[in-house]
């Protein structure tokens, strides 16, 4: 980049001269010129820094000077860099030509600006699973922008706790120092809930995007370091009861965070020692709710849902996950928690039972069990919960697994094992036949004591 020829912001011209080699006349008019349009984007954003060139090809190295003309100015603007970080008012058409020796080359074709008024854009991040399963991996994306090649490189954040104030300080995530260059990036294996924020820059000085949103993985399991609870201890709620919601783990002091339905991310209590978040009555919001410590930690997440009609039944299902091989009730009651009777129950919107009691018993949970739960009593439905089923882990679940193993494999050994046996058995038995025959004919001459005695062993078994 010629920095004596630039022309700066608000079209101030420095004098576009070059070292003049005489040697060259060409015929102006044979001169081609082309506008440069730096960066070339397809869209450019208010804040973005954009350089507009008035190139002639095979200058010749002569004397030029060169002029713009612009729909969005009156006058010509003498220069041939035009440097400038882009408004609305940039944007319009641009041409422009070279002059020499009072001779003029055509003007150039003309370039559109087009630079956008929403500036500069919020990418929105989408994260999958939403919910962990312990070991997966979870996808980050960032979206909105334009597809490329438009020059973005995108970079990864986990969303840090803020003791100030209510939202979140941001890190770096581990390999994005740099920004990639795709708009979608892979976290391994995270075991907690935990948000994560992205956003996309890119130009020389680096323009960025507004952070997106945070976006949260939530871990239903609740762990002794960090837990949250709920009392009363079910997923769904009557609008009119109170709701108390309390963290406990290591830290000293916790603060109850919200994801409503609606997307938006609020918190349900400050920073405090008590760490619970009592949600007032026809303040209730459904959503997921989880703890966060000062020093970073994070609780596993619950899902509250409300129930606006008091006179519709609740689902009671279990608020964290149940283990495969668990024995679960679920039940439907009213507002007074009573049991109700002539209930339909449903498993991802299919009748399950139709049963006199309220109450669903499932002696044995399997990981078919998991899903969407609801109850209907006379003609009103609860709203639908979800129940998770964990496979069993751990040494209980290695020693099924084991078991699971051994138990087939030592049936087959066991089975090949009795096999060989009884050919062993048969095998002796045909040669002490042929034996006995070669003995009986001996027997013949010397007696048939031993003859009589191996007959009766034989006839016996
Ligand atoms: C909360 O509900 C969602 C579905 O809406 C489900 O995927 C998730 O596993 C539930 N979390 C818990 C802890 O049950
Ligand atoms: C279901 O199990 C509960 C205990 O978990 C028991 O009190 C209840 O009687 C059982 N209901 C049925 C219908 O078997």
């Known amino acids: 980049m010629r920095h004596s020829l630039l022309c700066m912001l608000g079209f101030f011209c420095f004098k576009a001269t070059l ?63 035009m440097n400038f970080s882009a408004t609305e008012a940039h944007s319009g058409e641009y041409r422009c030509r070279g002059k020499r020796e009072m001779k003029f080359t055509p003007w150039s074709e003309v370039i559109k600006l087009i630079v956008s008024p929403a500036s500069p854009p919020q990418p929105v991040l989408s994260v999958s699973p939403s919910w962990l399963n312990p070991g997966a991996s979870v996808t980050l994306s960032c979206e909105g922008l334009e597809h490329q090649p438009a020059g973005w490189r995108f970079y990864w954040y986990k969303a840090v706790p803020k003791l100030i104030s209510s939202t979140y300080s941001l890190e770096l995530l581990p390999g994005s120092t740099n920004g990639t ?158 049991l109700l009777s002539n209930v339909f129950f449903y498993h991802n919107d299919k009748l399950l039972r139709h049963g006199s009691r309220g109450e669903l018993n499932i002696s044995a949970v399997s990981k078919s069990d998991e899903g969407f739960y609801k109850c209907q009593h006379s003609g009103k439905d609860s709203p639908r919960s979800w129940m998770s089923v964990r496979a069993v882990s751990g040494p209980v679940g290695s020693l099924r697994l084991v078991l699971l193993i051994v138990g087939p494999v030592s049936g087959i050994i066991l089975i090949i094992l009795l096999l060989s046996l009884w050919r062993c058995i048969r095998l002796f038995l045909t040669e002490r036949r042929s034996q006995s025959s070669t003995t009986s004919h001996e027997a013949n001459r010397s007696g048939s004591q031993v003859y009589n005695s191996l007959l009766q062993g034989w006839s016996q078994n």
């Not at 997106?212 to 609008?239: C, G, I, T, Y």
Request: charged letters at 20%.
């Open 19 to 81: 070292t003049a080699d005489r040697t060259t006349t060409l015929a102006e008019a044979s001169h081609r010129v082309s506008v440069i349009l730096h960066p070339s984007w397809p869209q450019i954003y208010r804040g973005e820094t954009v350089i507009l060139r008035c190139q002639i090809q095979e200058a010749g190295g002569a004397q030029w000077t060169y002029e713009w003309k612009t729909t969005n100015r009156k006058s010509l603007i003498p220069c041939e860099y």
């Open 181 to 338: 260059e795709q708009n979608s990036n892979t976290v391994h294996g995270p075991t907690l809930t935990a948000g994560f924020v992205c956003r996309a820059g890119r130009g020389e000085p680096e323009f960025y995007t507004y952070y997106s949103e945070p976006k949260f993985v939530w871990s239903a399991d609740p762990r002794p370091a960090a837990s949250l609870s709920v009392n009363p201890d079910r997923v769904q709620h009557f609008r009119s009861e109170s709701v108390t919601l309390s963290c406990e783990g290591n830290s000293a002091e916790w603060r109850v965070m919200r994801f409503i339905e609606t997307g938006k991310l609020s918190y349900c209590s400050i920073w405090g020692t008590g760490s619970t978040c009592t949600i007032d009555p026809h303040r209730h919001h459904s959503g997921v709710y989880w703890c966060e410590s000062q020093s970073g930690e994070t609780s596993n997440a619950i899902n509250i849902t409300v129930q606006d009609d008091d006179s519709a039944p609740l689902l009671l299902s279990p608020v964290h996950p149940v283990t495969e091989g668990d024995p679960v009730t679920l039940s439907c009651r009213d507002k007074e928690q009573q």
